[in-house]
């Protein structure tokens, strides 16, 4: 906040005929450009940081939808697995244990 209400106060002062003014705003510019420099490489940072968990983020998608389709499959499998009809007979269950 000091350095904003510093230039502010530059700004106002200003005056061409003074060299500390100069070289005052001059150090305030070169301090503006250092700060956009660092805002820059934190944006940079920052959106490789999103680029990688949105990567992450489809990889686990991708994985969900692969196991889904798997056991979509397998479902569809046990579905149209070929059964032989047979009528119901008696003589096929197991009675023994009944008296």
Do not use: C
């Amino acid at each position: 906040m000091e350095r904003y209400r510093k230039i502010g106060i530059t700004k106002e002062n200003f005056d061409l005929g003074d060299k500390s003014d100069l070289n005052a705003l001059q150090t305030a510019v070169t301090t503006n450009f250092h700060i956009i420099d660092e805002l820059q490489a934190l944006n940079k940072i920052q959106n490789q940081r999103l680029l990688h968990s949105n990567h992450d983020y489809m990889h686990a998608l991708s994985m969900a939808q692969a196991q889904r389709r798997a056991e979509a499959e397998r479902l569809e499998r046990v579905v149209n697995r070929a059964t032989t009809p047979r009528s119901f007979r008696w003589r096929d269950l197991n009675m023994s244990n009944r008296r």
